[in-house]
C-alpha cells in the first residue's frame, strides 16, 4: 500500500507544477503604445492694433507692475513683434522704466507716482 500513496504522491506533485493549458497560452500581448503629450491650440494673436483701442491698450500697458513683451502679448493677445514696439513706445514716453534688458528678454514696470 506504501507504493500506492506514493505514486498518488508524486502523481498530484507533478500536476500542481506542470501549468495548465489556459495559462501558457494567452496569446500576444498587445503593444504599449505612447502617448504623444498634451497638444496646445494654436494662438492666433493679433497682428495689428486697432487706434481706437491703442490708447486703451497704453494706459492698461503702463499700470501694470511687471512689463515684458511676452506678459502683454498674452494678456491682449497680440504678436510679440506689435507688444515689442509698444513697450518701446512707452519707454520712449517716459511712462515705463526699464528694469533689467538681458540679450532679448527686457523688463520693465510701472512708474512710481
Known amino acids: 500500500m ?6 498518488q504522491a508524486t502523481q498530484k506533485a507533478a ?11 494567452g496569446g500576444k500581448s498587445k503593444k ?11 494662438l492666433v494673436n493679433a497682428p495689428l492694433v486697432v487706434a481706437d483701442q491703442i490708447d486703451k491698450l497704453k494706459s492698461d500697458i ?3 507692475k ?4 511676452s506678459s502683454v502679448s ?6 510679440g513683434s506689435v507688444s515689442k514696439r ?3 513706445e512707452l519707454h520712449s514716453e517716459g511712462k515705463i522704466r526699464q528694469v533689467v534688458q538681458h540679450s532679448k528678454q527686457m523688463v520693465y514696470t510701472k512708474i512710481a507716482v
Open 15 to 25: 500536476a500542481k507544477k506542470k501549468p495548465t493549458a489556459k495559462k501558457t497560452t
Open 62 to 64: 503702463s499700470n501694470s
Open 74 to 79: 498674452e494678456r491682449f493677445k497680440l504678436k
Open 66 to 69: 511687471l512689463i515684458s513683451i
Open 2 to 7: 506504501g507504493a500506492k500513496k506514493n505514486q
Open 32 to 42: 504599449k503604445s505612447w502617448s504623444k503629450g498634451k497638444v496646445r491650440d494654436k
Open 86 to 88: 509698444i513697450i518701446k
